[in-house]
């Protein structure tokens, strides 16, 4: 994932996105869409530099990974990821991504 970045300079939800706050508010702050805020973010931000990658490391929550799965949850963002990017809703997104890998 911190490779993908590095080379996208997009920032996602399992990593940690550090901004100035006076960058912060100029990009008007996290766009207020059910999921992919943080892309979003990070496409506005990258539009006035290119992001810096720490090598640091931070700890977000594997729950999802180790409910679903490595390869499940690595393809369920690729598919989420590629409706966003094509016009998807992010509501109808957001839906899918809490209901993924759940039992009926």
């Known amino acids: 994932m911190s490779l ?9 939800g399992d990593q940690a996105l550090f901004i100035r706050q006076d960058l912060f508010d100029v990009v008007g702050g ?22 810096a990658s720490l090598r640091a490391k931070v700890v977000t929550s594997a729950r999802r990974w180790e409910r679903n799965g490595i390869w ?10 590629a409706a966003y990017f094509f016009g998807a809703d992010p509501a109808r997104l957001a839906h899918i991504y809490r209901h993924a890998g759940r039992e009926s």
Not at 4 to 12: D, E, L, V
Not at 32 to 38: A, V
């Open 30 to 51: 996290f766009p207020e869409i059910p999921l992919m805020e943080d892309i979003a973010m990070s496409r506005e931000l990258k539009r006035r530099g290119r992001p």
């Open 72 to 81: 499940n949850t690595i393809f369920l963002m690729w598919r989420l990821r």
């Open 4 to 12: 993908r970045s590095r080379i996208t300079g997009i920032t996602t």
